[in-house]
């Protein structure tokens, strides 16, 4: 038995399932940004090795990265969650940390509490 083998027979089932749903969802995240690199180059007419195409996707077509891209619907998702401007389903999935029993002794969740912990 390999090093490799001997070290994922020690992993619980659960650790070894998170590391393979994060691997998979880096290699979905690379696909989708070469893609999104690949579109930016047909918008802009630009070669595969012509250099500048982070500064064309930012500055010229005002595009996110893929990581970014996904934060910032998220955030934008929450917001109108927030603000009543989605469907019923989604505002309901949308609860406020406050409201949730468990985490009510949470720092930040309640209006007085603003403030952040000095590091």
């Known amino acids: 038995m390999d ?3 001997a070290e994922r027979s020690r992993q619980p089932d659960g650790k070894r399932k998170v590391k393979a749903t994060v691997n998979k969802a ?6 989708l940004q070469r893609v999104l690199n690949a579109a930016a180059r047909v918008n802009t007419g630009t070669r ?3 250099r500048g195409l982070t500064h064309i996707l930012h500055n010229e077509l005002h595009w996110l990265d893929i990581p ?3 934060v910032f619907k998220l955030c934008t998702t929450v917001y109108k969650c927030l603000h009543g401007l989605v469907l019923q389903y989604l505002e309901e999935l949308c ?3 406050a409201d949730v029993p468990s985490r009510r002794r949470l720092r930040l969740c309640f209006p007085w509490s603003s403030e952040l912990p000095s590091l």
Do not use: A, H, T, W
């Open 68 to 70: 970014q891209r996904v």
């Open 3 to 5: 090093g490799l083998s």
């Open 26 to 31: 880096i290699l979905i995240e690379n696909k």
């Open 95 to 97: 609860v406020s940390v």
């Open 48 to 50: 595969k090795f012509d």
